[in-house]
């Protein structure tokens, strides 16, 4: 059956993961998928991970079951990968010292009220120093007589960034330099003005500044930085900004976050492991299990408040709460935020809500248009499958017109309205039951029973039930029929077709299937045993005769010595699951019987468990048993109601 196993996580979008994490958590169908998915969240290629199991994936059965895998991966460090970064990092650094400016030293001289002060500020990359005789002119053209040359020289010397005493000035404070404060009417900026001192007026220091903002309510916002560099050298009469305000930040609405694609005209092709593009597998459908986390609802924010530059608090709206979008067949999770899916099926947006469909209508053919259709649920479709395409569900699958040289595979009934024709290529399988008009150059396989009105013409067809073909032109002609309890029809063979018709009955098919690719398997090992046994023995013969091999033959010697006990384990092991097969086709308690309600031609072929028979007159309304290890015919026996119910589990439209 089709692993749907692939299907569970066929979300076509992640989240967003920091690829700045060294750690993280991935999963997938195989460990192959896992590791690839590591890859893309860490943004590396496959050989530099490391992972571990966290735990191990289980393939399940028909779907159920099923166990994904789930690693935990980070970098491999390697020492090709510490040079790479150390490289890296002086490739970084280098750059960020290419990029420094250069910058020449600056000296500043402030007259305050208790003194002359000077600050030398050193050079930046390649810049020049400040020279003795720069400073000196400075001290000059402020008035500055009374200093000491011996002091100048050591500031200048060290150039520690920090203002130093250096003499005495004549002070008239009429000239001092003065500070006027502008805020915006908004009061989310904040300017001063600052006037240029006169002679022996005073300059005014950083703290000044701060002291008259906080005396005009300028409380918030100050950018003391900028302050201090205006400080060191004004801008005059021009108005600067000091203080700016923080706007209110409103929260943002709660949103939902989605684990899967919700534009559903999107269409996802997938590049095969040739290289090549399959334009059948358009990925359209969207497969969730019950269980899987579908989307989660992140809560509001709530907003941060503003302040003006006098700290008057601007207020915000907090984050506007939305309601989760809860449709059919989906619940919210134990923490109250994320959707979760009530069962396997397909996750829709329909009305603003997520829903899981289990039904999947395909509105007319399965084309190119429609791609190949898998799903986690039951498919019905209007039309008919086209050749080369493929149909698979976990539930049923229902066509209302024909299936051509297509795949149709489903765990549960499958029912075509109009027919299959095979092209002696078309493979149908379900689960359980199989519901057509006619079977024509097809291979059929259902866990149940195949129920056919009009015929089944060159096909071969396995049931673990029955097989039954009812109807005013329900003849078997052709193929091979196998079933565990009957096979009833019409008519069986034709009188004018040479083909071949067998019909088997009283076993399993898929067992006795097994049971010959068993047989077939321990005659090759059997043969290819005995030639080894011959080898052996020329080999020790020569031994025995030189006393030694060389060591060329002693190796391969000892290599066909290793293969003979491989092979005999390998011999015993077919052994034992033949048994165990034969014991199963043993026990089955089972009436096998073959039925024609109108006539059997000559050249059928009758098989009862170990009995067989050709038939080589026409019979009339006859049904082939087994009694006393012969094939006999008897009276014609009806089928059972179960076949004439309709098909168990049906969903119709």
Not at 301 to 321: C, F, L, Q, S
Not at 415 to 435: D, E, F
């Amino acid at each position: 059956m089709v692993d749907f196993i692939q299907l569970q996580h066929a979300m076509k979008e992640r989240l967003e993961r920091d690829r700045m994490i060294h750690t993280i958590e991935a999963e997938g169908a195989t460990l192959e998928e896992a590791v690839a998915e590591a890859a893309t969240l860490l943004n590396l290629p496959v050989r530099r991970l490391e992972y571990e199991v966290t735990v191990r994936g289980f393939s399940g059965f028909m779907g159920s079951g099923a166990k994904n895998w789930k690693i935990r991966a980070y970098e491999r460090v390697t020492e090709q990968t510490i040079e790479e970064e150390q490289e890296a990092a002086a490739e970084e650094a280098a750059a960020a010292a290419k990029a420094m400016l250069d910058k020449d030293g600056e000296a500043y001289v402030h007259l305050l009220n208790d003194g002359a002060y000077l600050k030398v500020i050193p050079p930046e990359g390649k810049g020049r120093r400040v020279v003795e005789s720069q400073v000196v002119q400075l001290v000059a053209a402020r008035g500055i007589s009374d200093y000491d040359e011996n002091q100048i020289a050591g500031i200048v010397r060290e150039a520690a960034g920090a203002y130093v005493r250096i003499g005495d000035f004549n002070r008239m404070p009429t000239n001092n330099s003065t500070v006027t404060v502008d805020i915006t009417a908004d009061e989310m900026k904040a300017y001063i003005t600052v006037t240029p001192p006169g002679t022996g007026g005073c300059d005014m220091p950083v703290e000044t500044y701060l002291s008259f903002l906080r005396n005009n309510k300028v409380v918030f916002g100050v950018d003391e930085a900028a302050l201090i560099r205006f400080a060191d050298r004004p801008a005059y009469n021009e108005a600067f900004q000091v203080a700016e305000g923080t706007r209110p930040q409103n929260g943002r609405d709660s949103y939902i976050q989605y684990n899967f694609e919700t534009d559903q005209s999107k269409v996802k092709l997938r590049e095969g492991s040739n290289g090549r593009v399959d334009f059948k597998d358009l990925n359209i459908i969207q497969n969730v299990v019950e269980g899987q986390p579908l989307a989660v609802l992140v809560p509001a924010e709530n907003g941060t408040v503003g302040r003006t530059v006098t700290g008057k608090v601007i207020p915000a709206k907090n984050g506007r709460e939305i309601a989760m979008p809860l449709g059919k067949n989906v619940h919210a999770g134990d923490d109250g935020v994320s959707i979760i899916a009530d069962m396997n099926g397909q996750v829709i947006i329909s009305g603003g809500k997520i829903n899981v469909e289990p039904v999947y209508t395909v509105q007319g053919n399965v084309n190119l248009k429609t791609g190949n259709i898998i799903f986690l649920g039951t498919v019905i479709i209007t039309g008919n499958v086209e050749d080369g395409f493929s149909v698979k569900a976990a539930g049923n699958i229902e066509v209302d017109g024909t299936v051509e040289k297509a795949e149709l595979d489903a765990e549960g009934d499958i029912i075509v309205h109009q027919g299959i024709t095979g092209k002696s290529n078309g493979l149908v399988r379900a689960g359980r039951s199989i519901w057509a008009r006619f079977i024509e150059n097809a291979q059929v396989e259902a866990g149940s029973m195949v129920v056919v009105s009009d015929g089944i013409i060159n096909s071969q067809v396995d049931a673990f039930k029955r097989i039954i073909c009812q109807g005013k032109r329900a003849h078997i002609v052709g193929g091979r029929l196998r079933a565990t309890e009957e096979i009833n029809a019409k008519s069986l063979g034709s009188p004018t077709s040479g083909t071949e018709t067998i019909c088997e009955v009283g076993f399993d098919p898929k067992s006795k299937a097994q049971l010959d690719a068993l047989a077939t398997q321990k005659a090759a090992m059997e043969k290819q045993l005995e030639e080894i046994q011959l080898n052996v023995q020329t080999l020790i013969n020569i031994k025995k005769q030189r006393k030694s091999l060389p060591e060329d033959k002693e190796a391969y010697l000892s290599e066909l010595m290793d293969k003979r006990q491989e092979l005999s384990g390998d011999l015993q092991k077919n052994r034992e699951e033949t048994e165990k097969i034969q014991g199963f086709l043993n026990n089955l308690k089972t009436r096998g019987r073959i039925s024609a309600s109108s006539k059997v031609y000559p050249g059928v072929k009758i098989l009862i468990r170990d009995a067989k028979e050709d038939v080589r007159n026409e019979y009339r309304a006859v049904t082939f048993i087994l009694e006393n290890g012969l094939v006999r015919v008897t009276k014609y026996e009806e089928p059972d109601e179960e076949a004439k119910k309709g098909p168990d589990g049906y969903i119709a439209n």
